[in-house]
Each structure stands twice: as C-alpha cells, then as structure tokens.
C-alpha cells in the first residue's frame, strides 16, 4: 500500500514535530563543515525542504536593495519547473516582489488571482514557469535584505503552509548566517593569502605587539628577520636587547609615541645578530582598532632595507668622491691655468755629448719606476727639463707634475703650500687649500729647490716619504697619498748634512737615485744645437725670421763660459731677437761689470774676465806698448791663442 501524500503528512499534528526534527538535523550537520563544502550542504538543505514540502522549487536568491538586481544564489526544482538560468537578473520581470523584499516583507501567494493589478509582470514570470504560488521570506542582516527564501509550487499552495512560516524563516535565517559566514571566511582567507603573498614578495614581516604583555606575535619572516628562533617567545625587550646602540633610544620614543598618542610608526633602525652582522630594518606599524584586542596592540610590518641602505651610503660616499674629485679638478685646473700664466713652454732636452748623453740614459732607467730622483746642478742647466722628462715618460704622465719652487716660498707658509690647511687652521686662514701633495695623488711632485725648505718642515717631508701620509694643517685627519717625488737643487746637500742644515736622513730619502745635470761649459759641441733650437722657437713666437748667424758669433757663443748656463743662453737669444735687424741674428756677449753677469767661479772664467776688462781698458788694442798683450805681459800671439780659446773675439765691433 503506498505511504501518506507530503503534503498529507505535514498536516497531520506530528507534521510539525518531525520538521523541527529535520531543522536539527540540518543544523547539525552544518556545525563541522569545512568552507569548500557549505555550498553543496546548503543545495542539500534545500531539497531536504522541498521534498518535505512537495514543492517545486526552493532556492535562495541574492538582492541588492541599491539596484535592486535579484540573483539565483542556490535551488531545487523538481521536473515541473523548466530550467531557471542561474545568472538572469529577475530584478526587472519582477518589481512588485523585489519592492516587499527589500522593505523585509513576507510574501504568500496561494494563487495567481490573489496578485494585485501592479504585479503583472510579476504575474507573466510565474507562468513562464508554471508557478501558481509562491513564499518568499526576506533575510534581512542589520536592517537590510540582501537574502530571500523562495518556495513554489506548479498547483495551489497548501493551506496550511502559513502555520510553518516562523519555522521556515528560522531555517532562512540559519542558511543565510552560514553562507554569509563562509563568505566571509573565504574573503578573509583569501585576503590572508594575497596578504601572505604580498608581504613575502615584499620580503616583510609581520608582528603584532601586545601592548598590555609586550610579547609580540610575528611572522616566520619576521623571526627570520630579527634572527629568532621559530618556537620562541618574543618579549619586547628581546628585540631592544638586539637593537644597535645608537638607534635604541629613537626606536623606543617612537614605539611609546605610536602606543600611547596613537601615531603611526614609521621608522629605520639597525639590528645587531648574534654573528655581528648589521641590518637595516625599515618599520612601519600603527595602534589596533577597538575591534581588535580593543584597541591594546600595535600592528606593523618589517622589511629588510639593508641593500638599499648600503647603497645609499656607497651612493653618499660616491657623492663625497665626487665632490672631492670636483675640488681636486677644479684647484688642478687653477695650478695649471697658473702655471700656463707663469711659465713659459719648456723646451726638449736638446744635445748630443756624452755629458748629456749619460743624464738622458739615466732618465730612460728610472723614469718607469716610481723611485725618488734627486737632481742636482748649477742654475739654469735645466733641472726641472729633466724632471718633466721623467714624469713625461713614466707611469704616471696622465696625471699632473707639479711643481713647487721652495725657495720663493715664505717658511711660514711652506707647509700650508705642501699639505693643505683647513678654514681658521691659523690667522689669516680664511679659507681652505688644498696641499700640493694632494693636488699630486697618483701624479708627481717636483720640489724645486729643496735646499731651501726648514728644518721643520723637513721632517713632515720625511714622513711623507717614508709613510705616504699627512695631516692638514687646522685638521686631525690623516691624508693618505701616492705620489712620486722629484727634487732638485743647486747646493751641495752632502755638505748642507754636515754642516746640520739639512737633515741626514732625509737627504738618503731624497738621494735614492741621483741626476747630476751638467753645466752648459762641460757641454759645449752641445751650443750649436741648443742656440738654433732657441732661434726656432722664437721666430715662432714673434714672428720674425732668422736665417743667418755668423760664423764667428757661433765660435764666440760656444767659447763663452755661461755662467748662467742654458737659462743664459735662452735668455741671451731672447734678446739678440729683439735687437736684430732682417734675417741675421746679431749677439752681444756679456762683459764684466754688465747688470747680471754672475762672477766667474772658474780658472778659465776668472781668465776671460780679466782679459775682457783689459781689453775695455785699452780700448780692445792688443799690440803695442799701451795694448792689452803688454799690460798683461804676454806676447800678442799668446794672447791672440787665449782669446780664441776663451771665446773672446779679437775685434770688439765683432761682438755688437
């Protein structure tokens, strides 16, 4: 025999028992559910529903009162219903029932004919899809309506029906609570995930401060960061313990301004782990909301900046290189910019004696090191020539050679000049210089008459030497160099040591490699060449052109002693340019008694000058009883011999 109709059995009196039974059942199976699975339990609670109330359809449907779009969120049909599209908004074909929804009203429709004139279109849907009634229970959550149960039959709705509204709402009420739940359950994993995500693409860690414990909860990342390990507590002092010295007392003002004020924490500090290694942690937290801990805890994230930070600095450095660099170039560019004022273009090293011969080979040997030279030799037979070959030809020839002439120097101010001063270092210091030692970094210096320089200042000079550093004069700090040391002089420094003005062991510093430039009188098949030389140089510079220079002018020049050596003949070409008329170069030697004419320190020279002066005296007659042969008691022919060889010409309008 077959069993009780449905709709029979849910009117008899235990109908309503065994629906509270079946609610239990339903609620009970939603209490261990994972959130992948609410959705398919929420399809079964509903065909639960429709088969204990025979209907055709029951489903929950999605409102949004500000559009008032309705959606199908979940539904059971049976086959009396054709297919209901899941995604059609039915907000449009039914605005009478979207309308009492939204206004949390519970529809019950026991017939079409019961529809008012206004719900035509409401009317039109229901038999597109056979309905002839419908409940409809709006789930309103904190006074809105965003929920709606839905149940319909193809027949008449049963009388009875209204007797289960309260139960059928609660029942609403539940599956809506747990779809919004699991929602917000997935939104909140979801936003845990792409939080997690992000933060471990970003390299940060996240910690959560407990203000009234001061334990912190952190990430994995965030332990990894502060070097603690996974299972271990993390009490606020722990990290203070870990923090860098000079950072604590900042960190803490700020941590206590975030907690107490409620400002946001932002900050950098460094971190000091056990193996000594330093990081840079960037920080940025802010005070919980009430919801949270009520409001007790202080929320950050922290991210490893140490790249950054390191290339901040190296950039920092960098900068400070440059600047000092900058400097460097710009106080280079006034040396040489005053060098060009002062000095004029030197010449080659020009020569074929073996006198010169022999100081050219010796340049070519030490030239490619980075040995001291020290260049010693009378006045004026080209001593800084010799060192600007060296430098020329060394290592260092695309740096700067600079010179410094110690003897135009005041002693006061000769160490300022060599190894820079700062601002106020002394009165008068009103700005700071750059030593030429530094000027010279990776270059060379030429010290120019070092005979001259102060005993105390000697002993700085020493220390460069012999360490290769300094310290400015006004500043504590000490100034490293590599620089390449060339000094010259005209005394005998051996001489200057045992006679104590002049450090011994400063002179062994200098004395590494010794040069001795000849003077122009050991050199003289060289005069010829260094005259024409001269002659070339300056027809370019005034422009004015030499073809000819006399026989016995050249004999004169070379038999001459110089005195003042090539810096003489330099000169003296120098003026015979100025004096000379078309293209035949006329020469006027010096004569005893002239302005500048240095003393003669030789026998020969001691010789030419008194011969000179009695040819003056005589008026250049040689011959007779008032000529020069016999005031000095020689015969003529002797001293016509003499004269030749000392360079003197026999007739004096020869040396016009």
């Known amino acids: 025999m077959a069993g009780p109709d449905p709709i029979e059995r849910v009117a008899e009196p235990a109908g309503e028992l065994r629906f509270e039974m079946l609610l239990t059942e339903i609620s009970a199976r939603f209490l261990s559910l994972s959130p992948q699975d609410i959705d398919a339990e929420i399809d079964t609670a509903l065909g639960k529903i429709r088969t204990f109330f025979d209907t055709d359809m029951c489903g929950i449907f999605r409102v949004n009162p500000a559009t ?22 039915y907000g449009p074909t039914n605005p009478w029932r979207v309308a009492r929804i939204i206004r949390g009203e519970i529809v019950l429709v ?90 471990e693409l970003a390299g940060a860690g996240l910690w959560d401060l407990d203000l009234g414990s001061h334990i912190i909860w952190a990430t994995d990342r965030a332990r990894e960061l502060y070097g603690v390990d996974p299972d271990q507590p993390i009490p606020l002092e722990k990290i203070f313990s870990i923090v860098h010295p000079d950072d604590l007392a900042r960190l803490k003002e700020e941590i206590n301004a975030a907690s107490s004020a409620g400002h946001s924490l932002r900050t950098e500090y460094r971190i000091v782990l056990p193996d ?17 801990g009520g409001g007790n805890h202080l929320l950050g994230v922290s991210i490893d900046v140490t790249e950054r930070k390191n290339a901040e600095e190296n950039a920092r450095r960098s900068l400070e290189e440059i600047k000092r660099l900058k400097d460097l170039l710009e106080d280079e560019a006034r040396y040489l910019r005053k060098e060009v004022n002062l000095s004029r273009p030197h010449v080659e090293i020009i020569g074929k004696s073996s006198a010169i011969g022999t100081v050219l080979k010796k340049i070519e040997q030490v030239a490619r090191t980075d040995a001291t030279v020290l260049i010693t030799g009378e006045t004026g037979t080209g001593k800084e020539l010799v060192a600007r070959a060296i430098h020329g030809m060394s290592g260092r020839k695309d740096r700067l050679m600079v010179k410094v002439d110690c003897a135009s120097l005041p002693s006061t101010l000769i160490e ?29 210096i030429f010290l120019d008459e070092i005979g001259e320089l102060a005993r105390e200042t000697q002993s700085k000079l020493l220390g460069v030497l012999q360490e290769g550093c300094f310290e400015v004069l006004g500043s504590p700090r000490t100034v490293k160099v590599n620089v390449r040391v060339l000094a010259a002089t005209n005394r005998n420094l051996a001489k200057e040591v045992r006679e104590g003005r002049f450090r011994e062991d400063l002179y062994y510093r200098l004395n590494v490699f010794p040069i001795e430039v000849p003077p122009l009188r050991n050199r003289k098949e060289d005069i010829p060449m260094l005259v024409w030389s001269f002659v070339e140089r300056f027809s370019r510079e005034m422009r004015k052109e030499i073809r000819r220079i006399p026989k016995e002018t050249m004999e004169a020049l070379v038999h001459y002693h110089w005195p003042g050596n090539v810096r003489e003949l330099k000169n003296l070409i120098e003026q015979a340019f100025i004096i000379s008329q078309g293209d035949l170069l006329t020469v006027r030697l010096p004569e005893p008694g002239d302005p500048g004419v240095v003393p003669a320190r030789t026998l020969e020279g001691v010789e030419r000058s008194h011969i000179l002066s009695v040819l003056n005296q005589t008026s250049w007659r040689i011959k007779g009883d008032e000529g020069a042969a016999a ?9 016509y011999s003499k004269m030749k060889k000392l360079g003197i010409p026999t007739k004096r309008k020869k040396t016009i």
């Open 68 to 89: 008032r779009e309705v959606y199908l969120s979940h539904v059971q049909t049976s086959a009396n219903i054709p297919v209901v599209p899941p995604k059609m908004d």
């Open 110 to 199: 026991n017939s079409l004919d019961e529809l008012p004139e206004e719900a035509a279109l409401d009317r039109q849907l229901s038999e597109s899809l056979k309905v002839q009634s419908y409940l409809l229970i709006p789930v309103q959550v904190d006074g809105i309506t965003r929920n709606t149960l839905h149940l319909a039959w193809t027949r008449p709705g049963p009388p009875w029906l209204a007797q289960y509204i309260p139960r059928l709402r609660v029942f609403a009420e539940f599956l809506v609570t747990a779809l919004e739940r699991n929602k917000a359950v997935i939104a909140r994993r979801q936003a845990e995930v792409r939080l997690d995500l992000a933060a």
């Open 631 to 639: 005031w000095l008691g020689m015969n003529p022919s002797s001293l």
């Open 276 to 292: 000594g290694e330093i990081r840079w942690l960037a920080v940025q937290g802010a005070r919980s909301p009430e919801s949270f």
């Open 416 to 444: 300022s000049e060599l190894f820079g001063r700062e601002r106020g270092a002394y009165t008068g210091a009103l700005t700071r210089q750059i030593g030429r030692f530094q000027l010279a970094d990776n270059g060379t």
